[in-house]
T-cell receptor, first 116, second 110 residues
Framework: GAVVSQHPSRVICKSGTSVKIECRSL??????MFWYRQFPKQSLMLMAT?????????EQGVEKDKFLINHASLTLSTLTVTSAHPEDSSFYIC????????????FGPGTRLTVT | KNEVEQSPQNLTAQEGEFITINCSYS?????LHWLQQHPGGGIVSLFM???GKKKHGRLIATINIQEKHSSLHITASHPRDSAVYIC????????????FGKGTHLIIQP
């Protein structure tokens, strides 16, 4: 149980285009989902917290107009990287928190984004 | 903002050795996670601790809340344990997002 999927696992896009990454909780309802980013040789960093049906909360330094987060249902959150640039190339990973289980987070397998 | 420090950063050991990875943090927390990340990037959650000790197979995790310190132990290490082990903490102030350490790159040689 408690499986989180991400799609796509890898994506290569041209500079200036937008990319959407999906994060799904497959067998539980996720009231909260988190988006993290990991640059090469660096630790994971929290980008934003997404609660179902409300606006995402972004960490300091993360542009909300560039990284659009939508948490439209209890099993799906999406991250759209708008007008992507090479410096956005990174490993994006989501985690989902089960409703009623505040401390438990389940991680997706991640999405490797390369912007050329 | 919590500062999470892990040691060592890199560790190479022989198969069968007992492994210890340490994690310290600067501000009180509500929970601490130990995660395993393989070369492809995927993350597996190993433990979530708020006090005491947990054991799962050959893995043991302990936490000392007063000293703001946690350890991850691997007994009878095996090459398949080779991975990056990451300590992450959840703040006590209501924010649920995790703050991560930089990870410990573990290599177990046969």
């Amino acid at each position: 149980g408690a499986v989180v999927s991400q799609h796509p696992s890898r994506v290569i896009c041209k500079s200036g285009t937008s990319v959407k990454i999906e994060c799904r909780s497959l067998d539980f309802q996720a009231t909260t989902m988190f988006w993290y980013r990991q640059f090469p040789k660096q630790s994971l960093m929290l980008m934003a917290t997404s609660n179902e049906g409300s606006k995402a909360t972004y960490e300091q330094g993360v542009e909300k107009d560039k990284f659009l987060i939508n948490h439209a249902s209890l099993t799906l959150s999406t991250l759209t990287v708008t007008s992507a640039h090479p410096e956005d190339s990174s490993f994006y990973i989501c985690s989902a928190q089960r409703g009623g289980y505040r401390y438990e987070q389940y991680f997706g397998p991640g999405t490797r984004l390369t912007v050329t | 903002k919590n500062e999470v420090e892990q040691s060592p950063q890199n560790l190479t050991a022989q198969e069968g050795e007992f492994i210890t990875i340490n994690c310290s943090y600067s501000v009180g927390i509500s929970a601490l996670h130990w995660l395993q990340q393989h070369p492809g990037g995927g993350i597996v959650s190993l433990f979530m601790l708020s006090s005491g000790k947990k054991k799962h197979g050959r893995l043991i995790a302990t936490i000392n809340i007063q000293e703001k310190h946690s350890s991850l132990h691997i007994t009878a290490s095996h090459p398949r344990d080779s991975a990056v082990y990451i300590c992450a903490v959840r703040g006590g102030g209501g924010a649920d997002g995790l703050t991560f350490g930089k990870g410990t790159h573990l290599i177990i040689q046969p």
